[in-house]
């Protein structure tokens, strides 16, 4: 493109490149759409360069590290295992740069044009993109904003050396030996379990009476299990961080634990409340797109604004912040621009927490079925009772199967064990094609695997189960 004083015609504009923005630039393109994509950042967004892929290379790094020095029961020993935190973070990084070399690649095989600047809305068909040296007009047709979101930062917390957000966390080339945690949601429980696997002392703080609040209790209660099994890890809960000195050593935390106060001396605190929209400082207040309260921006069933060519995905609208939700939300986005009837659904998408052991749910849970009115039945199947959960010797947890008592539907899953990140899809995939229970049951599962634990526990929901009484 070149840079001129005239503004560029665009058909579809998309405004950011994370794993939402760059889907929708793909999809839209596959539509016979112009696209072009604009970000001030690198291609992949939060997720690709300082999210999940790089805390997953390092949780797997941490997996193999703890599993090296922790063998014993099944026969191996080791001595003089050591973690290199430089060398692991190259690993990371070339993981990282594998992927968004990746998107670089696939943006250029689908024709989509990238244009790198701060994006500005003019009005409703006309952006500013300003990099260090130039500012360039551009009219579009159409736009899709996924700008995504970063960390929340508190007043009591700012960010420095020592207090760190999880982009901090993730790029630290060294093992601390003590942290604190603020937080117990799914980032602070994910980071604060690499570095208790490397060995570091973590406190981690949760305002709530679980930690991991968003999942049941049964659930959350397995990983506060596992993680204080480590012995170097203490969860206190209904603690309210107030504040933190911090010295070029390290850092002293002050909590309100139950009405006391209490102090807790560390190399590092990592902050991780949640995330907070990308929707100031680029002009949506000005052009009048309607927002909520918590600045995120409102949209209708095709991911559609209060203008009908502008629409908006990812963590910037309502909904959990997760990349597969963003990317789905940017193909509807797109495909709706191309005039098909495409319209959103929540209910199959996956939620997974990379823990020890691993959580995820998909469709409803337990009591939200019944709190939205159905008859259901809650059948479980303990991973304890799998032959490759024991081959593994990882075989603490279980699957969760809920199902309509009139016609034995499968509306919702949960589950906690070993995979059960990859195992989950075979539930959204049952809900999304409307399946029974006796549907899984009937279906023949490959022996021996975890992918069992779903036929067992469709078995239980009918009543025919084989490997529990």
């Known amino acids: 493109m070149v840079v001129g004083d005239f503004p560029i015609e665009l058909d579809t504009l998309v405004v950011g490149a994370?794993?939402?923005?760059?889907?929708?630039?793909?999809?839209?393109?596959?539509?016979?759409?112009?696209?072009?994509?604009a970000d001030k950042g690198t291609l992949g967004g939060v997720c690709l360069n300082v999210g999940c892929i790089p805390s997953k290379a390092l949780i797997n790094a941490s997996h193999k590290?703890?599993?090296?020095?922790?063998?014993?029961?099944?026969?191996?020993?080791?001595?003089?295992?050591?973690?290199?935190?430089?060398?692991?973070q190259e690993w990371k990084t070339s993981v990282v740069n594998k992927l968004t070399g990746g998107v670089e690649g696939l943006m250029k095989a689908n024709k989509v044009d990238v244009i790198s600047g701060e994006v500005y809305f003019v009005d409703k068909n006309t952006v500013r993109?300003?990099?260090?040296?130039?500012?360039?007009?551009?009219?579009?047709?159409?736009?899709?904003?996924?700008?995504?979101?970063?960390?929340?930062?508190?007043?009591?917390?700012?960010?420095s050396k020592r207090v760190i957000s999880s982009t901090g966390a993730l790029a630290l080339d060294e093992v601390p030996k003590k942290m604190v945690v603020i937080g117990g949601g799914y980032i602070g429980i994910e980071l604060g379990s690499v570095y208790a696997n490397f060995g570091t002392e973590v406190t981690i703080l949760e305002g709530s009476k679980q930690i991991l609040p968003t999942f049941e209790k049964q659930m959350s209660t397995l990983v506060s299990r596992r993680l204080k099994k480590k012995g170097n890890v203490?969860?206190?809960?209904?603690?309210?961080?107030?504040?933190?000195?911090?010295?070029?050593?390290?850092?002293?935390?002050?909590?309100?634990i139950k009405g006391e106060t209490k102090t807790f001396d560390a190399d590092y605190v990592l902050v991780t409340v949640g995330r907070k929209?990308?929707?100031?400082?680029?002009?949506?207040?000005?052009?009048?797109?309607?927002?909520?309260?918590?600045?995120?921006?409102?949209?209708?069933?095709?991911?559609?604004?209060?203008?009908?060519?502008?629409y908006a995905i990812g963590d910037i609208v309502e909904g959990p912040a997760l990349a597969h939700k963003a990317s789905y939300e940017g193909k509807v986005a797109a495909e709706a621009i191309?005039?098909?009837?495409?319209?959103?659904?929540?209910l199959a998408i996956p939620e997974v927490v990379f823990c020890e052991p691993e959580l995820a749910s998909v469709g409803y849970k337990e009591q939200e079925a019944k709190d939205e009115g159905f008859d259901v039945k809650a059948s479980k199947f303990p991973f304890g009772a799998n032959g490759r959960a024991l081959s593994l010797n990882d075989s603490e947890g279980f699957m969760k199967l809920i199902t309509r008592k009139e016609d034995g539907l499968v509306i919702g899953a949960q589950i906690a064990g070993p995979n059960a990140s990859d195992m989950i899809a075979e539930l959204g995939l049952a809900i999304e094609a409307g399946m029974t229970a006796e549907d899984i049951a009937l279906t023949i599962h490959a022996h021996p695997?975890?992918?069992?634990?779903?036929?067992?526990?469709?078995?239980?929901?009918?009543?025919?189960?084989?490997?529990i009484a």
């Not at 969860?235 to 850092?251: F, K, L, Y």
């Not at 191309?338 to 929540?346: K, P, T, V």
Request: charged fraction near 25%; include cysteine; hydrophobic fraction near 35%.
């Open 129 to 159: 993109i300003m990099d260090d040296k130039n500012s360039q007009t551009y009219t579009f047709n159409n736009c899709i904003i996924a700008t995504g979101s970063r960390p929340i930062e508190l007043p009591s917390f700012k960010w």
């Open 338 to 346: 191309s005039g098909e009837a495409a319209e959103i659904d929540y």
């Open 65 to 88: 590290y703890e599993d090296a020095k922790h063998s014993e029961d099944i026969g191996i020993t080791s001595e003089n295992v050591k973690v290199d935190m430089k060398k692991v």
């Open 449 to 467: 695997t975890l992918g069992e634990i779903t036929m067992e526990a469709a078995e239980v929901a009918i009543g025919t189960p084989i490997h």
């Open 18 to 37: 994370g794993p939402g923005g760059y889907v929708a630039a793909i999809r839209a393109a596959q539509l016979g759409q112009k696209v072009a994509i």
């Open 277 to 310: 929209p990308n929707t100031e400082e680029i002009g949506l207040e000005e052009l009048g797109i309607e927002m909520t309260e918590k600045g995120l921006v409102k949209i209708d069933k095709q991911c559609r604004t209060n203008f009908d060519n502008i």
């Open 234 to 256: 203490d969860i206190i809960t209904e603690a309210m961080a107030q504040g933190v000195e911090e010295t070029d050593e390290g850092v002293t935390v002050t909590a309100e």
